[in-house]
């Protein structure tokens, strides 16, 4: 696991600092960051275009962290790998507090920083909230079985939880589960003492978000979204194809065993986390990180299990398909990075490109990839993702855009991908309808098509003739 583990870290850290986004949600993430360093509320106003629907904690943190603007998803990538590192670390730190054995928490460790890299390789290193919310609950966990029988570390386990809740909301089933625990085994001390550290550190956070972000936290955070089957199946069956062992052997022997340490509180945590995570990966946009808080449930409930069977006859074998299902998706990982890191030239030349196109343009612009407008200095006027989003559920007329398009509002427009005709958009393009590109396509050119990111401008406007780079 050990090998696995380095395998899967060395990618996201040799290119910690490159040009291209990991993925959409940096840069997404880094215009909210450089917005808590403006002073800028991020719920201050009623959007239509764009809106901030994570909570606040993150963006301050990084903002804060990073201070000037081109640092912040630089900044927010190392933050998030060393939450990866922290997450694994606390978690082997629960396993070796509930098995009283090292090598139980160092096998947990490495298997959870192993395993999660190659299910979201893009999660190793990105600026997105999610790891770094998981270490936070993950303390939360470490605390709360550390306070059995004590009351101040079930107040430290509640304020983790809400700390984590504050920077990314779906974490939310670690305190369900710990409630549920303390509920159903009629701890009413421990509950009162972690629903009031809870509910302070909850209302103090709130309080800060109302006070310096504005007024229109709960309207953003609470924003309706398309719901769609297909992402559930989709979402579920990776999830499965890489924990289903797991959740397996921990699920029945806990089951089976009613004297292993732990068992009440790591069943709820299986059950309720895998309920919530599998509920929520239906939502548009929804990825493999929403099952971050099952797995780490998967990885305790498992590594309690082998521990109980390891003077039974079945440990060799549990153990053996725990550890390949944790290390048999490493080397499909360490192929998509070497091709990655084979495309990182010609993409980092690609971003440039459309970057010096994007801050030419006199006037704000569209951009697929978040990081190329923000790192052209466009303000955030326009999110792909949140609008096709809106547009489906028709809380957004799309007559509305279509009208700033014929109307030539946008200086520039950037696509992912080399767009060469409107047919092929029309096949590949997921954050653009069809009436969008035709609209596109009479009122806009292209100045820039690489096989990376393609960039029009309105018709008529004094720009280069189109340039086309393999």
């Not at 990084?62 to 933050?79: D, Q, S």
């Not at 509910?199 to 955070?221: K, P, T």
């Not at 809106?390 to 946008?410: C, D, F, K, N």
Request: charged fraction near 15%; include cysteine; aromatic fraction near 12%.
């Amino acid at each position: 696991m050990a090998l696995c583990a380095v395998a899967v870290a060395w990618f996201p850290l040799f290119n910690i600092a490159s040009l291209p986004s990991v993925n959409y949600n940096e840069g997404w993430n880094a215009y909210r960051q450089w917005m808590t360093v403006e002073h800028q509320p991020l719920y201050g106003s009623a959007t239509s275009l764009w809106t901030t629907n994570y909570p606040f904690l993150s963006f301050h943190i990084i903002g804060l962290l990073a201070g000037a603007k081109g640092h912040m998803v630089v900044t927010g990538r190392i933050v998030c790998f060393a939450a990866l590192v922290a997450t694994a670390g606390v978690s082997g730190a629960i396993m070796r507090g509930v098995t009283d054995d090292g090598a139980a928490g160092l096998y947990a460790g490495l298997w959870l920083f192993a395993a999660l890299g190659a299910f979201n390789g893009a999660g190793r290193a990105c600026d997105d909230p999610e790891m770094l919310g998981t270490a936070i609950a993950c303390f939360g966990i470490f605390a709360y079985l550390r306070g059995a029988g004590r009351g101040l570390w079930y107040g430290v386990s509640a304020i983790a939880f809400a700390v984590s809740l504050f920077t990314k909301h779906d974490l939310i089933g670690f305190a369900i589960s710990a409630g549920l625990h303390l509920l159903i085994t009629r701890n009413w001390r421990g509950l009162a003492v972690f629903m009031a550290a809870g509910v302070l550190a909850s209302g103090v956070l709130l309080a800060l978000s109302l006070q310096f972000d504005g007024r229109y936290f709960f309207a953003d955070l609470v924003q309706p979204r398309a719901y769609g089957w297909r992402n559930l199946r989709a979402e579920t069956l990776h999830y499965l194809l890489h924990f289903a062992v797991a959740l397996v052997i921990g699920l029945v022997v806990l089951w089976r065993c009613r004297a292993v340490p732990g068992r009440g509180f790591f069943i709820i945590l299986l059950v309720t986390t895998n309920i919530i995570a599998i509920g929520f990966s239906g939502g548009d946009g929804v990825a493999a990180n929403i099952f971050y808080p099952a797995l780490i449930a998967d990885l305790l409930a498992c590594v309690t299990a082998l521990y109980w069977l390891r003077a039974g006859r079945y440990f060799k074998a549990a153990l053996i398909a725990v550890t390949l299902s944790g290390a048999v998706m490493a080397p499909f990982q360490i192929e998509n990075d070497i091709a990655a890191q084979a495309r990182l030239p010609g993409a980092t030349a690609a971003a440039r490109q459309a970057i010096a196109l994007l801050a030419a343009a006199k006037g704000p612009a569209i951009c697929e990839d978040l990081a190329l407008c923000y790192e052209a200095g466009k303000p955030m006027d326009y999110d792909p993702y949140y609008v096709s989003d809106q547009i489906r559920i028709g809380r957004l007329p799309e007559s509305r855009v279509l009208a700033m398009l014929t109307a030539r509002h946008y200086a520039a427009i950037q696509m992912d991908g080399a767009v060469t005709g409107v047919p092929r958009v029309e096949w590949r393009n997921a954050r653009f309808s069809k009436a969008f590109l035709r609209v596109l396509a009479k009122t806009y050119r292209p100045v820039l098509v690489t096989r990376y990111d393609t960039v029009f401008v309105p018709r008529g406007a004094a720009q280069a003739s189109a340039t086309s780079l393999k």
